[in-house]
């Protein structure tokens, strides 16, 4: 197994989480439970983390980058259903859920 995220709040690496096992990546969490053990504990130490195998490694990186990545700098694009313009930073429209166009 290979560390592969590690975060301050527990929800942030279930998401990463989630993200990976829809990719058919498995996961392991750690240190879940250990929030009470800060003060005795460093906090860097007492953190959430997600291992991966090895093999699943590069794969679980390049998916987990994608989604960390930042989106707000991304130009608006409209929608091609209903012509809504929609933020960069989404990938389906918010008045219909149609996707973003493969060429934006």
Known sequence: MKLIYTAYNSMLVANIRNLLEAAGIECEAKNLLLAGG????????IWPE??????????????????????SNL????????GE?????????????TSR????
């Open 75 to 82: 130009p608006r694009w409209q929608c091609e259903k209903c």
């Open 50 to 71: 997600l291992w991966v195998d090895e093999s699943d490694y590069d794969r679980a990186k390049v998916i987990m980058d994608e989604a960390l990545a930042d989106k």
């Open 85 to 97: 313009w929609v933020e960069g930073q989404f990938d389906l429209c918010w008045h219909c859920g």
């Open 101 to 104: 166009p493969d060429d934006e």
């Open 38 to 45: 800060a003060g005795d504990i460093p906090l860097n130490e």
